[in-house]
């Protein structure tokens, strides 16, 4: 079983953040409009919020999706982790959905070593699951392409490629 302080605080967000990020790099990868974008946000929330009931027996992502009863707290651990994350991209130069994409990919590598390193196997492949789910899902929830809904495809050919190489480097 893998606790929260199996890792120092950088570690922490990495690991906490990193299924947040496939989401984003994902929905930045497609060209979905104002509407899609948002479908794929909130697709991405959901699928955040799922893995509490997905994953009820896996320790590590139950620690990644607890709520906290405090909304205060809570509100408070969100922003930290968003400026965080601002701060990250900013140190790293990221400026387009591709620099976005090697960050993301960077860090699953980065990732797997440290599950692998302090996670049980089950815990490993139930994270890589959920977090390969998480911009699986984001890719589907709006169509890319068409006009005013018309038209268009369901996963575009570059989240398709985005999400091949995250599940490359998730050892999918």
């Given at each position: ?52 009931e997905t994953y009820a027996d896996n320790e590590l992502i139950q620690a990644i999706v607890a709520k906290m009863d405090n909304k205060d ?36 590598q980065t990732v797997m070593d440290l599950l692998n390193d302090r996670a049980t196997a089950a815990e490993t492949a139930d994270y890589q ?44």
């Amino acid at each position: 079983m893998t606790a929260k302080t199996s890792f120092n605080e950088e570690e922490w967000f990495l690991v906490s953040s990193l299924p947040s990020m496939i989401g984003a790099a994902v929905a930045t990868t497609g060209k979905s409009g104002l509407i899609g974008t948002m479908k794929e946000m909130m697709a991405s929330a959901r699928a955040m919020m799922e893995a509490g009931e997905t994953y009820a027996d896996n320790e590590l992502i139950q620690a990644i999706v607890a709520k906290m009863d405090n909304k205060d707290d809570a509100k408070a651990q969100a922003e930290k982790y968003q400026q965080m994350a601002m701060e990250k991209m900013e140190a790293a130069g990221v400026k387009t959905p591709e620099q976005l994409a090697q960050l993301v990919l960077d860090d699953c590598q980065t990732v797997m070593d440290l599950l692998n390193d302090r996670a049980t196997a089950a815990e490993t492949a139930d994270y890589q699951a959920w977090a390969l789910s998480v911009g699986t899902k984001v890719a589907e929830a709006a169509k890319e392409g068409g006009f005013l809904g018309f038209g268009g495809e369901q996963v575009s050919e570059g989240e398709e490629a985005l999400l091949q190489r995250i599940a490359a480097t998730l050892n999918q």
